[in-house]
């Protein structure tokens, strides 16, 4: 128990940037768009939410603005894979490179500097569950969004009309177009929605997590979400189970290495990545055995309504 | 009367419409470049005369932009490959690193007091450590079909990290004042440099290897089965050729190209293992790859514009103070860009006019 | 809605033109539906059927010509305006999800439900609707889990749903057993005893007659006429949709099989989704005949094919190809055994869209001499060649160097003949060879079949055109659920209601039996 609770602890802190950029990859491939730049969104995410934080003094104002961002993103990868019909991938890794580079130009004012952001802020009652509450219930606000985002989405994917109308356009779009959903409003809406979600992810790192702005600070964050949408099979429960369980291996992986471990530090820093490709290829294993239904069927796919065969 | 845009696929593509539209996709987006770098607060027109003055303004400038070329079209050869294939190896920068490590290690454990033989041997090394660490993601998908976009990537952060753990570990000079690095390699382990530049061997492999793959792609029956599992994976299966195979040799060869990438950066550049070795070529490559349209030859030509970038935004870091990654922005843009200007190459854009056509007010309302 | 009234006019189609990249799919058509009737739509395949639908429902803008629903005249953007004016589609390929449930594909795109859905009221509609038109579903089986007749009856009632008072049907029963087809045409007439109008889109001649109330025929993109069904005969109909008098007869000398080249012994494969797909079929296919493979669409055919041409697992039994046992051989060792795969999917398995006819024209023998040598392509070789085929087989193209995505199905159609066909191959299957094609077309495919099998080749032909399967085949497999529910000699003589029974899963002895006639079995 005594190690126990500081991990989960750990795991949910450092796991929250993740699943923000998890639930939005979901909501964005569900409706078949794949979009490859979270970590550029999450990076430009990041720096916008602790500039506007910064010079605003409120955070949520950071959150809100990294929320816009991500938006003004996504709108620009759907233009060019919506109505370009341009390949999603390439689209995406140029995400990532522009969100790269252009945080760190806009950023370069702000290294070293912290901000107060998010304070904790324990949930009266529930806090006091033994483990439970130190886990879940002794963080800031935006953690407590995240699991408010979870239960939500749950709940929109398959109880509500424009959930199913999300998951007709990726599963089939033809279909959706000829039962009178409009493909191209419904990728444009949903990327956009997912890319601002995305983008509150890296604005956690900053204005709640760290507290700070650096150079590429997702480290790769935004390509774990990426194969942790495939690891939950687009399930945003399995999503939090899976941002938690990297989380933690994060956590642990910092605590072994301030408990002065002879384990090189490179070689801690490793765990994450190998343990997103060990993730992804016992997925597929078990998909190539024919037992995972779930992924977008058209996911990745323009669609062209006046193509003939 | 009503007008309306009408996109229609186009059945052919002219030659002089091929050649236009990627220059003037690079042309808008250093156009764009320049808005942002504005509104960053930085001087488009200075920051982009650094660029050109830096990298063509004299015989060095060009003799550094062809340093840079040369890491770039090797780099972008092995992204062609794979994407040719259908294959995303985006995980080149890793197989950079890899080939270092594996050349280095040839430096440190066998060598040899023989220029001829020590380079056979980091050859080799280089593009069997770089071969095998992209056909690892070659094979998964090949096997299991698990996406190579994420394990190549993942791959890319392994590697570094192991990069890491031997300059800073076992391999550090203890003589470098506790900087990263490795020593400095014998004469006998580095690649002859040019007319007094930085310029090195490397450039013929740069050189060569486009041709040799141009060849292969066109002339070969390998080449053409790659290309057929690239454009119609049914359609190779049907036709006999092994997709599984193809994914993991391709992929080797991918691998050991930017491994071998990786050798010649090392031993033609820098001499010695340290921080921050590789500048993003393996992402670089790809934007090259994709802007010479697949071309092998035009490759060449992309990466040597490229290296202008690279070049350029290295001094921009020391004149402008921009962080090393900036000139980022300018790469995803022309990413950007290029994939922009593929709908003009695939569609055509007509204005119609409405002639006979009549809607009516309720349609009309609908309709906006 | 009121009383129906027969002859009130619902939709009214004028002068409609559309054209695509080139081609003109409809030319100045003009198309009407009344209340109450059913109205057949006849053409050939690439008549302008479907387009000319597609445009009522807002798939397609015309580029010139009017449409008129209920009075007024109308533009459609999207099949949502086409929706809400009251008319509904049911797509040759249904537009269903199939990863969701029947009642989640039922409210697809209606209007004005809560965005919390109230499931208790969707299932009573549905509940309602399937007893009213005899459309009996599950409301929550998924749509991947139903046959292709059920996934039917849920693609109608999607359109009842959403109170579509013209229902377009295109091309219904293609996919159904006769038994399945006379369940379909009760629901057409429940409908339009309650008012509604129904476009009845077909090729099949005898269904036209017999259910329709007027005929309109196309014949390439242009409207040759309107007539009342009672006053016209299947001939006069077939020859105002060719344009000429129909010579179907297939000129087929008899066949003198020797002895077995394709041989499968109780051979189980899986389908894509993992599922049993073939369950223990055994049949042989012997040189100089055409064995016919009858069956709904989705029994296991498509597995068969590849199965035999090595491109799906065999599970467990064995396929024998001219004596050599090639059970999951690699495909190009099947190829070398002689096995010729000519694939329904022209563009998405048996050609290589993007390259050029040379390129194609040597994708199953580009590893061997003259076309390559020492590991190279003597292209040189390869254009002799592939002109060759174009000359050989009449393949209409620019030149050899044109991407094979820009020619017609036809076309198409030729080349991948003449590729497999050219050097009189032993075993050959063909899976629906004639699909989509026009008459000429499909008469060039039927004579090239008949010529390989009459020099010896063994020929296994699946097809979803019974006409075409009782034409052809010299012997006619039946498959139900990846079995063969029995070979049927002399099948040219055979009972339909048999072969009815047989396809929805009756043994051919029995089927026989209640067909009332006797059969002789292999």
């Not at chain 1, 709108?75 to 790269?100: D, E, P, R, W, Y």
């Not at chain 3, 049949?283 to 709904?296: P, T």
Request: aromatic share 8%; with cysteine.
């Amino acid at each position: 128990m005594e190690i126990l609770v500081p991990i989960l602890t750990a795991a949910v802190r450092s796991g929250t940037p993740i699943l923000y950029a998890t639930l939005g990859e979901i909501v964005t491939e569900k409706g078949g768009i794949l979009n490859l730049g979270l970590e550029g969104i999450m990076l430009l995410g990041a720096y916008a939410g602790f500039a506007v934080s910064y010079s605003t003094g409120n955070p949520w104002l950071g959150v809100a603005g990294a929320f816009c961002v991500g938006m003004i993103l996504g709108l620009v990868h759907s233009f060019i894979c919506v109505t370009l019909k341009g390949n999603q991938v390439v689209s995406g890794l140029a995400m990532t490179m522009f969100g790269t580079g252009a945080s760190s130009i806009l950023g370069r004012d702000y290294v070293g500097v912290t901000i107060e952001g998010l304070h904790r802020f324990p949930i009266p009652l529930l806090s006091d569950i033994p483990v439970v509450g130190p886990a879940f219930f002794r963080h800031d606000a935006l953690i407590y969004c995240s699991y408010g985002l979870v239960v939500f989405l749950c709940w929109f994917f398959t109880s509500t009309r424009q959930g199913l109308y999300l998951r007709a356009t990726g599963d089939n779009p033809r279909a959706a177009d000829a039962m009178g959903i409009s493909v191209a409003r419904t990728r444009y809406f949903y990327t956009m929605i997912g890319a601002g979600i995305v983008a509150v992810g890296g604005a956690h790192m900053s204005v709640a997590y760290t507290k700070m702005w650096a150079e590429h600070m997702t480290a790769g964050r935004g390509w774990i979400a990426v194969a942790l949408v495939i690891f939950a099979i687009w399930h945003p429960a399995r999503a939090a189970f899976g941002a938690y369980l990297f989380g933690g291996v994060e956590a642990f992986q910092l605590r072994l290495q301030a408990a002065g471990t002879t384990i090189p530090a490179p070689i801690l820093m490793m765990l994450p990545y190998l343990m997103t490709i060990a993730v992804l290829l016992f997925i597929s294993i078990r998909k190539g055995k024919g037992i995972i239904f779930g992924a977008p069927a058209a996911l990745g796919l323009p669609f062209f309504r006046e193509e003939r065969d | 009367m009503r007008l309306s845009l009408k996109v229609e696929p186009r059945l052919e593509t002219s030659r002089l419409l091929g050649l236009m539209i990627p220059v003037l996709s690079l042309v808008s987006a250093l156009a764009m470049g320049a808005v942002f770098l504005h509104f960053m607060g930085v001087s488009p027109a200075k920051a982009y005369s650094t660029i050109v003055r830096a990298s063509l303004g004299d015989a060095y400038g060009i003799s550094e932009t062809i340093v840079k070329a040369i890491p770039l079209t090797m780099v972008a050869i092995a992204v062609m490959l794979a994407f040719t294939m259908l294959i995303w190896n985006i995980g080149c920068e890793g197989q950079i690193f890899m080939g270092a490590i594996a050349a280095a290690a040839a430096v440190r454990y066998c060598f040899v007091d023989n220029r001829l033989v020590m380079f056979a041997i980091m050859f080799v090394l280089s593009g069997i450590a770089g071969g095998v660490w992209a056909a690892i993601a070659g094979f998964f998908r090949a096997k299991w079909n698990v996406n190579e976009i994420i394990t190549t990537l993942m791959l890319n952060y392994v590697a570094i990290n192991f990069f890491n753990y031997f300059i800073y570990g076992p391999w550090r000079d203890p003589t470098s004042l506790g900087f990263p690095m490795t020593p400095l390699f014998p004469d006998t382990a580095r690649l002859t440099c040019y007319c007094g530049t930085r310029v090195h061997a490397g450039l013929i492999l740069a050189l060569l290897l486009p041709l040799v793959f141009w060849v292969v792609l066109r002339f070969t029956r390998w080449g053409y089965e790659i290309r057929v599992m690239g454009e119609n994976p049914k359609a190779a299966g049907f036709a006999g050729m092994s997709y599984v195979k193809n994914v993991v040799l391709v992929m080797f060869i991918s691998g050991a190209i930017a491994g071998v990438a990786g050798m010649c950066e090392l031993s033609g550049l820098q001499g010695r293992l340290q921080a921050g070795f590789s500048g993003g070529y393996g992402y670089t490559a790809i934007i090259v790859a994709w802007l010479a349209r697949l071309h092998p030859v035009g490759i060449i030509l992309v990466s040597f514009l490229l290296g202008v970038l690279l070049v350029g935004s290295e001094t921009l870091q020391i004149v402008m103070r921009l962080p090393v990654s900036s000139m980022l922005v300018l790469q995803g843009l022309i990413l950007f860009f290029v994939l922009g200007g593929e709908f003009f190459r695939k569609f055509r854009i007509r204005i119609v006019t409405g002639g006979g056509h009549r809607a009516s007010p309720e349609a009309l309302k609908e309709g906006e | 809605m009121g009383t129906p009234d027969p002859s009130r006019l619902l939709v009214r189609m004028e002068k409609i033109t559309k054209r695509f990249a080139g081609v003109t799919a409809n030319q100045e058509v003009d198309f009407d539906v009344r209340a109450g009737e059913v109205h057949a739509l006849l053409g050939e395949n690439g008549a302008g059927k479907s387009t000319l639908m597609s445009v009522l429902y807002g798939l397609y803008r015309p580029d010139s010509g009017t449409l008129t629903v209920g009075g007024r005249e109308v533009s459609f953007s999207s099949p949502r305006d086409a929706i809400t004016a009251g008319i509904g589609m049911v797509h040759q390929h249904f537009m269903l999800i199939p990863s969701q449930t029947v009642w989640e594909n039922m409210i697809l795109g209606v209007d004005g439900l809560p965005s919390v859905l109230p499931k208790r009221a969707i299932h009573d509609r549905i509940e309602e609707l399937s007893q009213r038109y005899g459309l009996a579903v599950d409301p929550d089986a998924r749509i991947w889990q139903l046959s292709i007749g059920e996934q039917q009856r849920v693609a109608i009632l999607q359109m009842l749903y959403r109170r579509a008072n013209i229902l377009v049907l295109d091309e219904p029963t293609a996919v159904l057993t006769p038994q399945e087809a006379e369940r379909l045409f009760e629901t057409v007439r429940q409908m339009t005893s309650e008012g509604h109008g129904v476009v009845f889109i077909s090729h099949k001649m005898a269904e036209v007659m017999g259910l329709s109330n007027r005929v309109t025929i196309l014949r390439k993109g242009r409207h040759v006429g309107t007539v009342d069904t009672a006053s016209t005969t299947k001939e006069k109909l077939a020859e105002m949709m060719v344009g000429q008098k129909m010579v179907f007869k297939i000129e087929k000398k008899i066949s003198s099989p020797g002895r077995p080249i394709i041989e499968c012994e109780s051979v189980r494969a899986l389908n894509d989704r993992g599922f049993p797909a073939i369950a223990g079929l055994t049949l042989s296919v012997r040189e100089g005949e055409i064995l016919g493979i009858a069956g709904v669409a989705g029994n296991g055919q498509a597995e068969l094919c590849e199965a035999i041409a090595g491109l799906r697992r065999v599970e467990s039994g064995r396929i024998l190809i001219n004596g050599a046992d090639l059970t999951n051989s690699l495909p190009k060792k099947i190829i070398d055994g002689g096995v010729h795969y000519i694939p329904a999917d022209r563009k998405g398995t048996g050609l290589v869209p993007n390259m050029n006819i040379s390129e194609n024209s040597i994708l199953k023998r580009y590893w061997n001499k003259p076309v390559s040598k020492r590991g190279f392509i003597v292209w040189r070789e390869v254009f002799s060649f592939a002109r060759d085929l174009v000359s050989r087989y009449s393949v209409s193209t620019p030149s050899i160097g044109t991407p094979v995505r820009n020619l017609s199905g036809g076309n198409l159609q030729k080349l991948m003949l003449g590729r497999e066909l050219s050097d009189s191959p032993k075993a050959i299957i063909a899976a629906h060879p004639t699909w989509g094609l026009d008459v000429a077309a499909t008469k060039f495919v039927r004579e090239q079949l008949l010529a390989a099998r009459d020099v010896g080749g063994a020929v296994l032909l699946v097809s979803e055109d019974l006409d075409e399967l009782l034409a052809m085949s010299d012997r006619l497999a039946v498959m139900f659920k990846g079995e063969v529910m029995g070979v049927i000699e002399n099948p040219a003589g055979a009972p339909i209601e048999a072969i009815g029974l047989m396809m929805a899963g009756t043994r051919m002895e029995e089927a026989f039996a209640s067909a009332g006639k006797e059969g002789r079995s292999a």
